[in-house]
C-alpha cells in the first residue's frame, strides 16, 4: 500500500537560513509520481513540482531544490536563503500508475515558519 | 480560465441537516475528486471520478454521495451532517486519469456541523 510519511511536523527557523523537509514514501509500484504541494496561510493548496520514478536528477528553481533518491525513497525539499513568504505547510505526496492509480496519497504535512 | 472553483467558501450546518457542496473546472480534465483536510491528517480522498458517469470511492467515502453528469461538475453530497464531516473539503482535477500529472485544487470549503 501507499504511505507517505513527512516526519517533522514543525520547523521554525530564521529568515536567510537553509531548511530542508523530509519526505520518505513506500510503494510497491515501480512507475509513480512524487509531488510537492504548498499550503500558505490563505488555504489553496500550490502545486510545486512533479517528479517520476524514472527520473532521479535533482531539481532546482530558483532557491527550492529537490532531492529525489529511490534508494533511500525520499523525495527531499530544500529551501535555500529562506523568506517569510515561505512560510507553509507542505505536503508531499505519491500517486501510483496502475491499479492504485486514482489515489493521490498526502503526508501529514509539515508546518515551516520562517521568523524575520 | 478559472481553474477549479468551489462554493461556498464557508457553512455551518446542524446534525441531521443536508447539503451539496459545487466543484466545477474548465480545463476539460477527466478526473476530478474530492479530499477532505483535518488537523494531522493530510488530506484523504473522499471519492473521485474519471469521467462523466464514472465515481468511486476513495479512503474515506462514507456519508458522502458524488455524481458525474458532467465533465465540468462534480459535486459531493452530504445527505445527514455529522460533527465528524466537520472539516476543510478540497475538490481538485487533473487531465489524465492515470495519476502521472498534478492535480489543481480548488479554494476549499470549510464546513461546520454542530
Known amino acids: 500500500a501507499q504511505k507517505v510519511t513527512q516526519a517533522q511536523t514543525e520547523i521554525s527557523v530564521v529568515e536567510k537560513e537553509d531548511v530542508t523537509l523530509d519526505c520518505v514514501y513506500e510503494t510497491r509500484d515501480t512507475t509513480y509520481y512524487l509531488f510537492w504541494y504548498k499550503q500558505p496561510p490563505s488555504g489553496e493548496l500550490v502545486f510545486l ?28 525539499f530544500t529551501i535555500t536563503a529562506s523568506q517569510v513568504v515561505d512560510s507553509a505547510v507542505y505536503f508531499c505526496a505519491l500517486s501510483e500508475v496502475g491499479g492504485g492509480a486514482q489515489k493521490l496519497v498526502f503526508g501529514q504535512g509539515t508546518r515551516l515558519t520562517i521568523n524575520p | 480560465n478559472a481553474g477549479v472553483t468551489q462554493t461556498p467558501k464557508f457553512q455551518v450546518l446542524k446534525t441531521g441537516q443536508s447539503m451539496t457542496l459545487q466543484c466545477a473546472q474548465d480545463m476539460n480534465h477527466e478526473y476530478m475528486s474530492w479530499y477532505r483536510q ?26 458522502y454521495n458524488v455524481s ?13 451532517a455529522a460533527p465528524s464531516q466537520t472539516s476543510v473539503y478540497f475538490c481538485a482535477s487533473r487531465r489524465d486519469p ?17
Open chain 1, 49 to 76: 513540482i512533479r517528479r517520476n520514478s524514472f527520473d532521479e536528477q535533482n531539481e532546482i528553481s530558483g532557491r527550492y531544490s529537490w532531492n529525489f533518491q529511490k534508494s533511500t525513497s525520499s523525495f527531499n
Open chain 2, 38 to 63: 483535518d488537523p494531522g491528517m493530510g488530506l484523504r480522498l473522499i471519492h473521485y471520478s474519471v469521467g462523466a458517469g464514472i465515481t468511486d470511492q476513495g479512503e474515506v467515502p462514507n456519508g
Open chain 2, 68 to 80: 458525474r453528469s458532467t465533465t465540468e461538475d462534480f459535486p459531493l453530497r452530504l445527505l445527514s
Open chain 2, 98 to 114: 492515470v495519476g502521472s500529472y498534478e492535480q489543481y485544487f480548488g479554494p476549499g470549503t470549510r464546513l461546520t456541523v454542530t
